[in-house]
């Protein structure tokens, strides 16, 4: 076998411990959140909770499918060969059978694959279409305004079967082996990796953009070839432009003074967003961008990589394994979840607080007029009163309210100020559910007109839920 510089990359031992270390990265993580997701901490999430849940489960099924398929991908000056490192799995006839044609694993194993690789583009395209909706509700007219769970459901089930059927289906046909991509194999390939792709016992997938005229032997555009590997374009780049304009979207919403937000929920929706960001930045660097360049390189330099096509797809495995820390880590009920359930340590603060910054969300005293509370003194929840772990990045404080530990009501109430006319009992129940478990919502009205006040309150099973809030 011919080596190259970095063939320590792609060879074992290197290889094989990289791929076990980063699926078994990617198993534990992944199933910490999926743990989380499903504990009571998570069931006022509403369905973000089941988003979250299934790119877990893409993550885990991509990491398994990197250790088992072990792919191999060399780069042509026309495309690439995809295959596994360890093939040759024959499901039917024998070698010494002259009248049985031998069939492979090993193609339909590159199609399983690819199938559940891309599947997480998809989910990802999710996420960033439910922040949307969730932050544009009430204020953007669509066909969609009144649909619930079942139809969001069946949207979303159905736009998967066609997506997944698509890349497959364009794969199956266009990229399959044939006795052509057979006979025009790479000499270097059997040199490198120590397999023949030219033996009928060996599967793969291949895309060769560009091949021999059979007359004069020159390199012409091969148009099968050319038209699949613009639908796989047209579906990867279908999903990224869903992302980008959701987060334009987003964005603009968020920002626009226009919006009817009060100053916490912009600030709130606004710290979602740039999580979600940077969630997206990790599939960004290791996805999108090496799978880029495996697909688009050669077609418009016609120029062979040759090995160095496995450095750049080894790199996706790292995606999946630490996608689920960032998820722990940005969202502050999980990072709270975790802390308490490894028992991990944190610092108290309880020195000068933060500077204040809101007044909209405060613990409602009780409605005894010109009476002094009895017991505990009521809380401002803001972030004034309030430190939380992790701001920024950093791990700064818990602080818990002041007040006894039987949790009075006044403790868990949050007033809610700065609300539109339309604005119902339903619409801020279904918003703050992500933030804890709901005892009681109420929007104050004029007993006269039945017009809202501007304001409400929100009470929450625990007074712990409110520092999800602020």
């Known amino acids: 076998m011919t080596s190259t510089a970095y063939a320590w990359f792609y060879e074992d031992p290197f290889h094989s411990v990289f791929l076990a270390t980063t699926t078994t990265i990617s198993i534990l993580s992944n199933g910490l959140l999926l743990y989380i997701i499903f504990s009571p901490v998570s069931t006022s999430m509403g369905a973000y909770r089941y988003l979250l849940a299934a790119f877990s489960i893409c993550d885990i099924i991509t990491s398994c499918g990197h250790a088992a398929f072990q792919p191999s991908m060399h780069m042509t000056s026309s495309g690439f060969y995809f295959f596994p490192r360890h093939g040759k799995m024959v499901i039917a006839g024998a070698p010494n059978q002259l009248l049985v044609v031998p069939e492979s694993y090993d193609t339909t194993f590159a199609l399983i694959f690819i199938a559940t690789y891309y599947q997480t583009f998809l989910v990802l395209a999710y996420h960033y279409v439910y922040r949307y909706k969730t932050v544009s509700r009430g204020m953007i007219a669509s066909f969609t305004l009144n649909w619930k769970r079942k139809e969001w459901g069946t949207l979303l089930v159905l736009v998967y079967i066609l997506y997944t059927a698509g890349f497959v289906g364009t794969c199956g046909i266009a990229f399959t082996p044939s006795a052509e991509t057979r006979a025009l ?100 660097f290791f996805s999108y961008l090496p799978l880029a360049t495996v697909l688009v390189f050669p077609a418009i330099t016609g120029i062979s990589l040759g090995a160095f096509g496995n450095v750049l797809f080894s790199t996706t495995s790292i995606f999946p394994s630490i996608d689920a820390f960032f998820v722990l880590f940005f969202i502050s009920r999980f990072r709270i979840a975790v802390i308490r359930l490894f028992h991990l340590p944190f610092k108290v603060h309880t020195g000068q607080s933060i500077e204040a910054t809101s007044t909209v969300a405060t613990a409602a005293a009780p409605a005894a007029s010109g009476a002094a509370p009895a017991g505990p003194t009521p809380v401002v929840v803001s972030i004034s009163s309030i430190e939380f772990a992790f701001r920024a990045g950093i791990m700064i404080v818990l602080q818990d309210f002041a007040g006894s530990d039987g949790e009075p009501e006044h403790a868990r109430k949050l007033f809610i100020g700065g609300l539109t006319p339309n604005t119902t009992e339903e619409m801020m129940r279904e918003f703050y559910a992500k933030f804890g478990d709901i005892v009681d919502v109420v929007v104050m009205r004029d007993p006269t007109t039945k017009r809202t006040r501007g304001f409400g309150f929100v009470t929450y099973a625990a007074k712990t839920m409110v520092l999800m809030v602020v």
């Open 185 to 284: 194999v790479p000499p270097e390939l059997e040199a490198i990796y120590g397999i023949d792709l030219r033996d009928l016992l060996r599967g793969f997938t291949v895309i060769a953009v560009r091949r021999p005229d059979p007359l004069t032997g020159e390199m012409v555009w091969h148009a099968p070839s050319v038209l699949g590997l613009l639908m796989l374009l047209g579906m990867f780049g279908g999903t990224a432009s869903v992302i980008l304009y959701c987060i334009w979207q987003t964005n603009s919403i968020i920002r626009s003074s226009k919006t009817h937000l009060t100053t916490v929920t912009r600030k709130l929706q606004m710290d979602l967003f740039k999580a979600l960001l940077i969630q997206t930045s990790i599939p960004l």
